[in-house]
């Protein structure tokens, strides 16, 4: 059998990790590690089995191959012929995620062919390969995850499974600035993942308490905060709330929708007019807002409002909880067309797992995230695996509405918005949970069927069940 070479275009930035994630899965498959060459090095044919991959610009080899050009960002084209592979990406996002279909589209759909004889195959030490193409983008452009940064154990492996999943924003949220922010904003970079610092705009856990009039004249803080906490750490953008999540939709007397948007709107209007450029994601609780939307269509346009608490589950913390959804999928359209022909629509999506918040306590101050023995990390797992077993059996029933939903925000939005999944707590940098991989599925290909995606992405050897 000959030896596996990789033959890529580059070894730098994203293209680089896209490499690392190829040689991973190669090993797996392999017992050996893949040879690579750079495209100008390429070795002979006749003594290894090519996989080449890259763009057209930085890689010969896939300068002809069939088929019109791609021409959407991060989308990619997966050709397998007899004795060769290539993987194409439009951009540096393109063929990462190509290196991560390769495995999860083609390698994993021919493991198991020679069912008669429950005989498992190598798709890569046949004599001939099976023939495959495929050309694949995202049906979401904005796919990611939402957690608090206190409750990440481990940011690389959080951020290496995010990118295994082919999402590519994190909102991190916290009291304080991570000290190493820097670093974990570089680390996901290489992984093609936009960093989104979270911070309250006047929000607590009890948000009545909040003096509402305080927050209007002070509004400047959140700008002083942002410049002394946040701004050095090179993230992508800040997501804020504020007293927003309450079920009643006044704060003592005053209405909360049409106080939070002139909050908003005077403080959006300090950040822009020294950073035209920043993303501002309002994380805006629809309970305390519903009746009052009139409010919130005045929201500076430049403004993302990302809509949460929006009615059935995929919105609900709990995915069992569906009664309603036909109603929920009403209010979601409206919402999608609130301020006219809105191309800063998002979204957070809740039913998987979330914090303990009977045991919550704010943190003191500053810290690093995202640092813990694995020794730790392993007990931690099993105090969650209870949790995802619970939402492990209840998206295996009502997986279809999730779907409904992002099908939904897709037709409404033309797929040109976010969509964050709360991910919090569950030790997603250790083990990536089938609901959460699924989702993720869902947030690239919306159009499949669910029930071909729960067979798919069941099969994945770094899919968990609990």
């Not at 090519?50 to 019109?68: H, Q, S």
């Not at 035209?276 to 005045?298: C, M, T, W, Y």
Request: charged share 25%.
């Amino acid at each position: 059998m000959k030896k596996i070479a990789i033959v890529y275009g580059s070894a730098e930035g994203i293209q680089k990790h896209a490499l690392e994630q190829l040689t991973e899965t190669l090993l797996d498959c392999m017992v050996e590690y893949p040879s690579c060459f750079a495209a100008a090095d390429a070795p002979s044919e006749e003594d290894f089995r090519c996989i080449y991959i890259g763009t057209r610009e930085n890689n010969a080899f896939l300068k002809d191959l069939p088929g019109e050009p791609l021409t959407e960002p991060e989308s990619y084209h997966i050709l397998v012929t007899d004795d060769k592979a290539f993987i194409e990406g439009f951009d540096d996002a393109g063929v990462l995620y190509g290196c991560v279909d390769f495995y999860c589209r083609y390698i994993v759909s021919h493991e198991y062919v020679n069912a008669s004889e429950n005989h498992f195959v190598n798709v890569l030490a046949l004599e001939k390969m099976p023939l495959f193409e495929l050309v694949s983008a995202p049906s979401i452009k904005h796919r990611g995850l939402w957690t608090w940064g206190h409750v990440i154990y481990d940011y690389k492996g959080y951020l290496d499974n995010m990118a295994k999943l082919k999402m590519n924003e994190v909102i991190i949220w916290n009291d304080f600035a991570p000290v190493n922010g820097a670093d974990i904003v570089a680390y996901a970079h290489e992984r093609n993942i936009k960093v989104i610092w979270g911070y309250s705009w006047f929000w607590d856990t009890n948000c009545a308490a909040i003096d509402v009039n305080a927050a209007l004249e002070n509004a400047a803080s959140v700008l002083e905060q942002y410049e002394r906490e946040y701004r050095h750490l090179g993230g992508d953008g800040i997501y804020f709330q504020s007293f927003t999540e309450l079920s009643s939709d006044n704060i003592g007397g005053i209405c909360i929708a049409e106080a939070v948007t002139m909050l908003v709107n005077k403080a959006a209007a300090m950040f822009f007019e020294k950073y035209p450029d920043l993303e501002l994601q309002f994380g805006l609780h629809a309970d305390s807002v519903r009746e009052k939307l009139n409010f919130i269509a005045g929201t500076d346009p430049r403004v993302r409002i990302v809509w949460e608490n929006c009615g059935a589950f995929p919105f609900s913390y709990l995915p069992d909880d569906v009664e309603g959804f036909d109603d929920t999928c009403r209010f979601v359209r409206d919402i999608c067309h609130l301020r006219g022909k809105d191309e800063r629509f998002g979204a957070v999506t809740k039913g998987l797992v979330k914090l303990d918040w009977a045991a919550f306590e704010h943190p003191k101050g500053p810290y690093c995230i995202g640092i813990s023995s694995k020794d730790m990390q392993k007990n931690r797992i099993e105090r969650k695996r209870k949790v995802w077993k619970y939402i492990q059996a209840y998206w295996m029933a009502y997986a279809e509405y999730a779907e409904k939903m992002v099908k939904l925000v897709r037709q409404e939005t033309g797929g040109n918005t976010h969509i964050t999944a709360l991910v919090e707590d569950g030790m997603f940098e250790r083990q990536i949970m089938f609901p959460a991989a699924l989702y993720a599925e869902m947030l690239w290909n919306c159009e499949r069927e669910t029930k071909e995606l729960l067979s798919e992405v069941a099969l994945r050897s770094y899919v968990e069940f609990a």
